[in-house]
């Protein structure tokens, strides 16, 4: 009897199962847990009232990000509630000997851009975080999704999660993409097409030309979105950029070990012939410069086009009209020539060095539009670092911009980077949900090409006209 | 944290037919600085209850007095976006100990059941039977059978079965959770972690 194909995601998930409860939950064993000062607190507390301690310190990291400030990080956190919360993480990981890169730790930045970029994050493993964003490092082959507090809890204590297993869907996008368009278009298209609930149920495995031939950064950006269309996390195979990626960082293996990671990375791929409960394939060529008009990231469209009345959109219409109430916007108007108030370029989504360079590369040689107020946010101190080094600090400040220090920042707007009621963002963060960006902000979901575009113009214009 | 044990609910109902309620709606994001587990009932639905001074907007269901009850019905996709446990506690803290829906986000699934509110998914036809039941009579009542995995609009008896594993189920019946069930099997963990690449 021949063996049944197996896919990347079934190779990665089965090797983790500790045990297959029957008309029950998989008991997966988690190779890396991410904290971070919001969703951990509690977690801890439940460790101390059931007499709990942590299984395994050495494979959980913190980080401080969520509820940070992006300015001043020398002085005292001004909010007491934050600093309490920040003060709680750093005695939590202290008591029970976990690594804490907090605020002014070099390496402290977004837990999913610091994973990554100091080789915590490898392919193969599975990863969870209490952040739905967690979805992210799939870009390197691992199984990673968001949890919730209670099961931070079952990590701490006992290594392991109980999950059913989801169902699988593959996502092929095949071609190439045309000028100034970016990963970020190529997921907003997507979760465009499969609405916000799409996949829910489901964990992605991307493939094809797209995917191979974007970079790490790309990838991220693309698997991290994967819970805006209700996934549980999106998985691209380990390959030659991936290696090339991780090779030399911080915590990577190094020598022998290394080679026979390597060895073992290369045979996570979906085999010739294996199923998928759903497929779906796209062709690039669809694909022009997105921007979210409504407030869920399923509701997407190119940037020329105009906004969809609602019976297009699918869905009840009440909620479609409550949405668009929301934004100010009525159906088939152009978002072309729309104001902009704000402008958030950073997030686990778009606050990689690769965005960077993106912004970059529109406002070189012209000036921020006044009126319009502008949040450059890096990822973390390495890619603040970057920044600097590459020379993007440098174009950034002769168009009128500043750059910010490292956090989630107005993404989720739990520190002071709140945009006003009423006010509109183009943002790169990944929720265009009523009141993300704080109590009554329009939010804008965009590539960082588009977000420059506003920035230099202060109205949604087309990237492609300024490149 | 181990919690009440659910069997049967029988309860008025709170309808909120919207679809795509996000985490962020049911708890602001403003509101997750705390260190412990308490009081985030008082700041449910936030921005969707009360006005930017405080005032209650009377045009929100929660602000109705003719509805109330331990069950919310609510629309497709209940629960999306961040996985914040503490939309799970608002609910529960507010006082809700089942949610009702044609569809609901992974994450606030498994958060709802690990604090003990049970998620009944429906089928979008009954799920419109129970909005226009309350909305008609909001003394209208529900019953949830967890053993029997049966909902029934109590007045007119119709009634539509749901799926839950029987593990969860066995959990949920005696109040039971997740860390009891793998702090019982911490030896298998042990001899499994030495196998780990990682």
């Known amino acids: 009897m021949s063996k049944i194909p197996a896919t990347l995601f079934d190779k990665v998930w089965d090797s983790h199962a500790v045990r297959k409860i029957e008309d029950g939950p998989d008991v997966l064993f988690i190779d890396r847990h991410f904290i971070h000062e919001v969703t951990s607190p509690v977690a801890f507390l439940g460790l101390e009232n059931r007499g709990l301690s942590v299984m395994f310190p050495e494979k959980t990291f913190a980080t401080a990000d969520h509820n940070t400030p992006t300015i001043n990080q020398h002085l005292p956190v001004q909010d007491p509630l934050s600093a309490n919360q920040l003060k709680a993480l750093e005695s939590n990981t202290a008591k029970y000997g976990i690594s804490h890169w907090g605020l002014g730790n070099p390496r402290n930045g977004i837990v999913h851009v610091v994973g990554p970029e100091n080789g915590i994050t490898l392919p193969g493993m599975t990863i969870v975080c209490g952040d739905s964003h967690t979805s992210t490092h799939g870009a390197f082959g691992a199984i990673a999704f968001g949890i919730g507090t209670s099961e931070v809890e079952m990590v701490l204590s006992s290594q392991c999660i109980m999950q059913q297993k989801p169902k699988k869907m593959r996502i092929t996008v095949t071609g190439t993409t045309g000028k100034g368009i970016t990963p970020k278009d190529v997921t907003l298209y997507i979760i465009s097409q499969l609405t916000a609930a799409g996949a829910t149920g489901y964990f992605v495995e991307y493939a094809g030309e797209v995917f191979e031939q974007m970079s790490m950064e790309g990838r991220m950006t693309v698997c991290n979105m994967s819970i805006e269309m209700g996934a549980r996390g999106g998985i691209i195979a380990p390959d030659d950029t991936t290696f090339a990626y991780i090779k030399g960082r911080e915590k990577a293996p190094q020598g022998a070990a290394w080679d026979n990671a390597v060895a073992y990375w290369k045979t996570l791929k979906t085999e010739e012939g294996a199923t998928f409960d759903k497929e779906y394939t796209f062709n690039a060529a669809d694909i022009e410069p997105m921007i979210t008009y409504g407030t869920n990231p399923g509701m997407g469209m190119g940037i020329t086009q105009r906004i969809p009345v609602a019976q297009e959109a699918g869905g009840s219409a009440a909620s479609y009209e409550k949405s668009l109430q929301y934004m100010g916007f009525q159906e088939q108007e152009p978002m072309l020539g729309k104001k902009v108030d704000y402008v958030f370029i950073g997030s686990c989504t778009n606050g990689r060095i690769e965005d960077f360079r993106a912004f970059a590369s529109i406002v070189k040689g012209r000036q921020k539009a006044a009126g319009v107020t502008a949040w450059i946010v890096p990822g973390s101190h390495i890619v603040e670092q970057q920044i600097r080094e590459e020379g993007i600090l440098d174009i950034l400040t002769a168009a009128g911009f500043e750059l910010r220090q490292p956090g989630c920042s107005a993404c989720l707007a739990m520190n002071d980077d709140k945009v006003p009621a009423g006010k509109y963002a183009v943002s790169t963060s990944n929720r265009n949900f009523e009141g993300r960006q704080g109590p009554g902000s329009r939010t804008m979901l965009a590539s960082p090409l588009v977000a420059a575009a506003a920035a230099v113009t202060g109205v949604v214009t087309d990237p492609r006209e300024l490149i | ?198």
């Open chain 2, 1 to 198: 944290m181990a919690y009440d044990k659910f069997t049967v609910l029988k309860s008025t109902a709170v309808p909120m037919p919207i679809e795509n309620v996000d985490t962020d709606q049911i708890i602001p994001a403003r509101f997750l600085k705390a260190t412990e587990r308490k009081g985030f009932g008082d700041n449910l639905f936030r921005d969707w209850r009360y006005n930017a001074d405080g005032s209650p907007k009377n045009d929100f269901v929660l602000n109705n007095p003719i509805y109330s009850g331990k069950i919310l019905v609510g629309g497709k996709n209940f629960g999306s976006g961040s996985s914040r446990e503490h939309a799970a506690w608002a609910i529960y803290d507010y006082g809700f100990r089942c949610v009702v829906s044609s569809f609901f986000a992974d994450i606030f699934k498994n958060n709802s059941l690990n604090i003990g509110i049970l998620p009944v998914q429906v089928s979008p036809e009954f799920l419109h039977k129970i909005f226009t039941a309350i909305e008609s009579n909001p003394t209208a009542e529900l019953v949830v059978d967890l053993p029997a995995q049966t909902i029934t609009i109590s007045a007119t008896g119709e009634s539509e079965t749901f799926d839950i594993n029987s593990y969860k189920k066995h959990n949920m019946t005696n109040g039971y959770d997740d860390i009891d069930y793998l702090q019982a099997m911490k030896e298998d963990i042990k001899t499994f972690a030495t196998k780990s690449m990682y």
